[in-house]
């Protein structure tokens, strides 16, 4: 189905536009409308999630395209059921995105150029749960990134991608999974 998608800044006092960004999109996804994700905001970078994995930074102040990528193309991957719903994370100077498919299920990318840091996980299914970085207070223990996934839970090194462990669910029929 033919679509678009449209990123919007609005002022915070007022609620008037600041700017907007629109692209089309065709939709291969059960609910064809988007983006689902919020956008992420890091200093003057603003990183956008498409439905259909359009990965786009911008610039804050105007909207400007600095660099985007179609992650569905580059990884040769399907998005969700239902389309890409996890926002973008930032760690430091990257920006981690759960993308899908063999050995990409998990892609961290230099949040200023948009270059392909590290890529881990094989999963058939992102699922739509947003990751995140486990800081422990104890020294005995090393920052994880936890991704919840239609095949089970993995934690990763969020500096190397290198996996740490994961617990599989159990075997029967997960629905967010379509053959």
Same mark, same amino acid.
């Given at each position: ?83 890409? *719903? ?75 991608? *290198? ?17």
């Amino acid at each position: 189905i033919a679509g678009g998608e449209r990123i919007t800044c609005l002022d915070l006092k007022t609620g008037d536009e600041i700017w907007s960004y629109q692209y089309k999109r065709e939709y291969k996804i059960a609910y064809p409308t988007g983006p689902r994700c919020t956008p992420t905001v890091d200093g003057k970078l603003v990183y956008t999630l498409g439905a259909m994995g359009d990965l786009i930074c911008l610039t804050a102040d105007k909207g400007r395209v600095v660099w985007e990528k179609q992650l569905t193309e580059i990884y040769d991957t399907k998005p969700p059921f239902w389309g890409y *719903a996890s926002h973008p994370y930032v760690d430091g100077k990257k920006l981690i995105v759960p993308v899908g498919g063999q050995g990409t299920g998990l892609v961290a990318f230099d949040k200023q150029t948009g270059k392909e840091i590290w890529r881990s996980v094989t999963t058939k299914d992102i699922a739509y749960s947003p990751v995140v970085i486990y800081e422990p207070q104890d020294t005995r223990h090393e920052r994880q990134l936890i991704f919840w996934h239609g095949q089970g839970i993995t934690s990763v090194n969020p500096d190397d991608g *290198a996996e740490n462990w994961f617990v599989k669910f159990p075997d029967e029929v997960n629905p967010s999974v379509v053959s």
